[in-house]
């Protein structure tokens, strides 16, 4: 069974830092690309980061470049997303997501086949 279990959520206060980790299990992890997305309350899920299977190539949403980092470890079969200068408008529910397959466009949700559960970052202004 395919899990994707994630970590490091919690409560930090704005221009502060915490590192979301999510390990895989029950696939192929250097074939995955991989991405985080978060979701506020009643706001619909978007796309945060994306980083690409064997060439690690990565994509950012725009309200986070310069300010988050996605990472992977294919020995580990972890993904990592380090975010700094953290903004009350980050609080959101943060999962990360695995595509097996190639996907096209790595922004869009419907393109990965497995999520975690989600984590909750909450940041104080």
């Known amino acids: 069974q395919v899990q994707l279990v994630e970590f490091g959520g919690g409560l930090v206060q704005a221009g502060g830092s915490l590192r979301l980790s999510c390990v895989v299990s029950?696939?192929?992890?250097?074939?995955?690309?991989m991405g985080w997305f978060r979701q506020a309350p009643g706001k619909e899920r978007e796309f945060v980061a994306a980083?690409?299977?064997?060439?690690?190539?990565?994509t950012y949403a725009d309200s986070v470049k310069a300010r988050f980092i996605i990472s992977r470890d294919n020995v580990e079969n972890t993904v990592y997303l380090q975010m700094n200068s953290l903004r009350p408008e980050d609080t959101a529910v943060y999962y990360c997501a695995a595509s097996p397959t190639t996907i096209m466009e790595v922004t869009e949700p419907l393109m990965y086949a497995h999520w975690g559960q989600g984590t909750q970052v909450t940041v104080s202004s």
């Open positions: 980083i690409g299977r064997s060439s690690g190539a990565t």
């Open positions: 029950q696939l192929i992890f250097s074939r995955c690309t």
